[in-house]
């Protein structure tokens, strides 16, 4: 219960540090870990009540160095640096399974264009699946994509993102190998923009299992 206690603490003072320091971000002053555990009733609800296929959401903040969930907000509503008061640091959404049972299992393209537009004030995007937690750090603040070409074109990370899925066969989704296709097509993002992923059980601290290369 202590040690619990402790690594949020831990997490929410690191947050608290990255959203004034983006040094605090760099993949040498990266925690081991990410305690989440503070939202997991949240994320819990979310993955109850979205309806099938739909990435229901809402915006995550600190406020006074603890973590908020303005919950009246949907999935990237704006891009504003303060939220109802609160210092805006990213998101927290769920890919719940459709009508056919199947959920999308990682980050989608959409996702990571989001967590990556120029005017995009977050750099914490936190991803429930019916099965994992995935918490994406934008570990190279000066690596985005401009706003502008994210609106104009609603498929920008889409294209590649298929392609990446060729490469690696491109299983169908009902084809047990798709998950780890589509992490790794995903995941191809998260190299080529510098970011850095934790992952874990909705019970447990995430851990850090891809760190984006120091290049900065
Ligand atoms: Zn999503």
């Known amino acids: 219960m202590l040690l619990s206690h402790l690594s949020g603490i831990a997490t929410r003072a690191w947050l ?9 971000r760099h993949p040498k002053h990266l925690p081991k870990e990410l305690d989440f555990r503070d939202a997991a009733d949240l994320i819990q609800r979310l993955l109850i009540s979205a309806p099938a296929g739909v990435e229901l959401g809402t915006a995550v903040t ?10 009246e907000l949907a999935v990237r509503p704006r891009y504003d640096a303060v939220v109802r008061g609160g210092r805006f640091i990213g998101s927290i959404h769920v890919h719940v399974p459709d009508e056919t049972g199947r959920f999308t299992p ?22 429930a699946t019916p099965d994992r937690v995935y918490a994406l750090v934008r570990s190279n603040p000066y690596l985005y994509i401009s706003a502008h070409h994210v609106q104009r074109n609603p498929l920008l990370l889409r294209e ?3 392609r990446e899925l060729r490469r ?8 047990p190998r798709f998950a ?9 993002w998260f190299e080529r923009y510098g970011m850095t992923l934790y992952e874990g059980a909705l019970t447990e601290p995430l851990s850090r299992t ?7």
Request: negative net charge.
């Open 16 to 24: 608290q540090r990255a959203a004034e320091d983006p040094t605090a």
């Open 62 to 71: 600190l406020v006074d160095g603890e973590l908020e969930f303005p919950p």
């Open 106 to 127: 990682f980050f989608d393209p959409a996702d990571l264009a989001g967590a990556l537009r120029s005017d995009y004030a977050g750099f914490v995007e936190l991803l």
């Open 160 to 162: 590649e993102h298929d």
């Open 168 to 175: 690696r066969g491109n299983p169908r989704a009902e084809d």
């Open 180 to 188: 780890e296709a589509y992490r790794g097509a995903s995941l191809y």
């Open 210 to 216: 891809v760190t984006a290369s120091p290049v900065w």
